[in-house]
């Protein structure tokens, strides 16, 4: 069985690979080799420059890796040059993220007038004198801060 999962959602963390499932050491993660190649992990690597991918789950096929091999092996191989006439392949993604229907909320003036009627209203000015102190000047939208539109590209 072979188990992938991404933590985060958006570009760029690290992926979870689990071949032979959690293992006492701690660490559940395969030996990755590519082209011969140990390495940390797969970050780095493009999915269309993959040519093959093997995995070496049981015991005997990973032995000639020592204890690194214990939780699985993975064989990638990318894909190498020809001869004959050149080739170029250009791939660009652009991608854009942005939440809606976000709620509206109070600049620090329509704040401070809120509660300084509900002062009046309680018939208790002095619960919300503080308020009185405040700059109304100040005014930080943070869920538009919060939630910026996000842009990302990848070109390969």
Do not use: C
């Amino acid at each position: 069985m072979l188990w992938l999962s991404r933590i985060q959602v958006h570009r760029g963390p690290a992926m979870t690979i689990k071949i032979r499932g959690n293992s006492s050491d701690g660490s559940n993660s395969p030996l990755i080799i590519v082209d011969g190649v140990r390495t940390g992990g797969l970050e780095y690597l493009n999915p269309s420059d993959i040519e093959s991918i093997e995995v070496l789950k049981d015991a005997a096929s990973s032995a000639i890796y020592g204890a690194d091999g214990g939780n699985g092996v993975m064989l990638i191989t990318t894909k190498k040059g020809a001869q004959g006439r050149a080739f170029i392949e250009y791939n660009y993604t652009h991608s854009q993220q942005k939440a809606t229907n976000l709620p509206q909320v109070m600049s620090g003036s329509q704040y401070r007038q809120y509660f300084m009627e509900a002062a009046t209203w309680e018939n208790k000015p002095k619960k919300y004198t503080q308020f009185s102190a405040l700059d109304s000047t100040q005014n930080t939208n943070w869920v538009e801060e919060s939630f910026k539109m996000h842009r990302w590209m990848n070109t390969t």
